[in-house]
């Protein structure tokens, strides 16, 4: 994106003050507005503005704003089976986990005396302050797209390919629920950083990311209970339009069923961000998530409406189908993408498959009531404020060992600032260095991811980074020889 730094210095709102949330709505349109800046400023991101685009992207909706009228009702038809959203994280383990985090600072970021020390200077070049950022990084915020996982649960639990798809389509939808109030970006992973999450003492899963590409930006996740397996990589295309940016996400997500092999795949859909230079930033979902079982063919479609001013249905609108592998729809799917999904069983067809009889819905998913005060503490869900809590005896590389965000959740917030330009600046130094060893030795030096590698799917034909299996049995014998040092340690810069 070509932009002057007077241009956008003259477009920015300077001197308001935002509203107790940090969410205003757009006049007319029930969809959220903000100020500021897309991440455009960061630095180290010459090409992968996409984790800047992406996290303040996601759509910030106040859900209490009675856009979505009241839901379908919750009675069960033909057996259908029900989700209870009454417990957030099952509390079954004897580890006490935290369930709030520091609360943010009061002080605000003074754009102006960024801005006004950033003219003349190359846009990729300007540090971002962490004064926008949230306190955990992208690979956790990957892993909180988990957060709903019971429904894979029941997913595998189902006895019917169709079944599952509903469930599975729902937590597809519900990835974009944890960002609905959330206005801050993730800090941007760097090359090599990882992040473990394990929660089989109490939901039965663990999960392992790691950042394996630095340009371009590719994220990839493995996550595994004795039920299922579920991974994805993730990355992103974008197209700047001179009025909105639109993000299209690559790579699709994977959900395996141990018991029966049936193997799941679906994508993500494109999001826009309207304004992205003059007036208030407002965002917007739209495209269709289309899910696939490869055995029996069976599938689901899931559109995202987009925001229309003329029309009555309520924004941020969901609705989808069912269909068997012979292409007869046998569920009906509707819901917010940012509140709740039903479903109900097809219990007709007129003709073709738009025009169908169903019969009553029943709640599939509902997204989890906020936290007290969740203004005061980034909008974090439970699941969120566990992210980032310190733990031993993980890699070197990961998250939670991060200097400058463990800085920001200690509201140190001028000591984060410094340390993550020091950050960025070393992983610059090292990428230097590796170019020129690719020059001298050739592709034998380029950077090897350590936990994942690029293979073949050999379900759906498509290139993936899957999961090596090494990294569980290296953290029972703290094996962490092959961790590259990407962390400031002895005020020392690493750069091999």
């Known amino acids: ?26 006049n007319g349109t029930g969809l959220p507005e903000g100020e500021g800046v897309i991440g455009i400023f960061d630095s180290d991101e010459d090409d992968e503005d996409f984790y800047d685009a992406m996290e303040t992207s996601h759509g910030h909706v106040d859900s209490s704003d009675g856009a979505n009228g009241n839901a379908p009702g919750t009675s069960a038809e033909d057996n259908l089976p029900q989700e209870s959203s009454t417990t957030l994280i099952p509390r079954t383990s ?16 003074n754009l102006w005396n960024i801005m006004k020390n950033c003219i003349g200077k190359e846009l990729s070049k300007i540090p971002m302050p962490v004064n926008f950022n949230e306190p955990i990084s992208f690979l956790q915020r990957l892993t909180e797209s988990m957060e709903y996982s019971d429904l894979l649960n029941r997913a595998a639990d189902c ?31 760097l090359l090599g950083e990882t992040f473990e999450y394990d929660r089989t003492d109490d939901l039965g899963w663990r999960s392992i ?26 990355s992103m295309t974008s197209k700047f339009r001179g009025k909105y940016l ?36 407002w965002v ?7 899910l696939k079982e490869h055995t029996t063919g069976a599938s689901a479609v899931v559109k995202f409406h987009p925001y229309s001013y003329f029309s009555r249905e309520p924004p941020r609108r969901v609705t989808g189908n069912v269909f068997s592998g012979e292409g007869d729809p046998k569920f009906s799917i509707s819901g917010t993408w940012d509140s709740h999904m039903d479903y109900a069983k097809v219990t007709a067809v007129r003709g073709n498959t738009d025009d169908i009889e169903t019969g009553k819905f029943s709640r599939l998913w509902s997204k989890h009531a906020p936290l007290a005060d969740a203004e005061k503490i980034y909008h974090f869900t439970e ?35 410094t340390m993550k330009v020091r950050l960025e600046e070393a992983q610059r130094a090292r990428r230097k260095i590796r170019e020129a060893r690719i020059a001298q030795e050739g592709d034998s030096a380029r950077y090897v991811p350590k936990w994942f590698s690029k293979e073949l799917d050999e379900v759906t034909g498509e290139e993936c980074w899957k999961y090596k299996n090494e990294y569980w049995s290296c953290k029972t014998t703290q094996s962490w020889d092959r961790c590259p040092i990407i962390y400031l340690q002895d005020e020392e810069e690493d750069t091999t």
């Open 1 to 26: 994106m070509n932009f002057s730094i007077s241009d956008v210095v003259m477009r920015l709102k300077l001197g308001k003050k935002k509203k107790k949330h940090g969410l205003r709505p757009c």
């Open 94 to 109: 004897s580890r006490k986990r935290r369930i709030r985090i520091p609360d943010k600072p009061n002080d605000k970021a």
């Open 159 to 189: 006895s019917t390919v169709e079944e599952s798809l509903a469930y599975l389509a729902a937590i597809a939808v519900s990835g974009y629920a944890t960002t609905s109030t959330r206005t801050s970006k993730p800090f941007n992973p």
């Open 209 to 234: 990311a790691e950042q394996v590409s630095h340009h371009p930006p590719i994220s990839a996740l493995h996550a595994e209970s004795d039920k299922w397996i579920y991974h994805h990589d993730f």
């Open 246 to 281: 639109q993000v299209f996400p690559i790579g699709n997500t994977h959900f395996i069923v141990k018991k029966t092999g049936h193997h799941y795949t679906w994508n993500k859909v494109c999001t826009t961000v309207h304004n992205i230079i003059v007036g208030k930033l």
């Open 284 to 290: 917007d979902q739209s495209g269709e998530v289309n």
């Open 383 to 417: 699941m969120a404020c566990t992210l980032n809590e310190p733990e031993e005896g993980v890699a070197p590389t990961d998250s939670r060992n991060r200097p400058d965000q463990r800085l920001m959740e200690q509201q140190n917030f001028p000591d984060a600032n």
